[in-house]
């Protein structure tokens, strides 16, 4: 069965450190991976997303996540965290279009000043 | 990337009314449709897939009488809680397969406080 697993609910940190959230995943074939970030109150933002090709995938407001097959693991890394990054973040995977897309239970990031 | 507009962004209601949440896709056609509940603290939950013309597929354990998913246009998909109580109290997001694939695009979610 398909399924993603954020093994952190929270994590923190201080701000101007480094961050990494991990995600690892179980799906049969080649997923398509994503990682959103959610503000209180607020939808879903597209963070970045991995179909093929090169592991390291380059996303919005810094963040990078990689892909490694061998530990079905899609972690998300920022080398310096801002105070404004304080939210949900959410992995999840899918197979292609129209079709679902399963959510971890998420990771709240709490920055220290 | 592609929009789509989800309204109202918050929404009260009495204990027994219906409420109507509204999902367009402003740039492009939307075959498909996804509806969400998120509890506080939690991850978002699939409701039910939303099709373009025909019936949508509730998952398991969602009443489909009660939460009534209407998809009549490819630009509009309609969640309607009919005889809202308490317990449906909650955030409610709708997001579309993308027209490149391989991508959802999300709507800002409504918070439904039922009272």
């Known amino acids: 069965a398909q399924s993603v697993t954020q093994p952190d609910i929270h994590i923190t940190v201080s701000e101007g450190a480094s961050l990494e959230l991990r995600c690892n995943y179980s799906?049969?074939?080649?997923?398509?991976l994503f990682w959103y970030v959610q503000s209180p109150g607020q939808g879903l933002q597209l963070l970045l997303k991995y179909f093929s090709g090169d592991t390291l995938v380059q996303g919005i407001k810094g963040f990078e996540a990689e892909f490694k097959r061998s530990q079905s693991s899609f972690n998300l890394r920022k080398p310096s965290v801002h105070w404004s990054d304080a939210a949900e973040y959410f992995c999840?995977?899918?197979?292609?279009?129209?079709?679902?897309?399963?959510f971890g239970k998420g990771t709240r990031l709490h920055i220290l000043p | 990337g592609a929009v789509v507009s989800q309204h109202p962004s918050w929404v009260i209601c009495k204990s027994g009314t219906s409420v109507k949440i509204e999902c367009r896709s402003l740039d492009f056609q939307a075959t498909t449709m996804f509806w969400y509940r998120q509890f506080p603290k939690q991850s978002l939950m699939l409701m039910a897939t939303s099709n373009e013309g025909s019936k949508a597929t509730y998952e398991q354990g969602v009443e489909k009488d009660k939460f009534l998913i209407n998809h009549a246009s490819l630009t509009l998909s309609t969640l309607t809680v009919t005889s809202a109580h308490p317990e449906d109290s909650s955030f409610y997001i709708c997001?579309?397969?993308?027209?490149?694939?391989?991508?959802?695009?999300f709507g800002q979610g409504t918070r439904l406080t039922v009272v």
């Open positions: 999840a995977v899918g197979p292609n279009r129209d079709d679902k897309i399963i």
């Open positions: 799906y049969g074939a080649t997923p398509y």
């Open positions: 997001s579309s397969g993308g027209e490149a694939a391989t991508e959802a695009f």
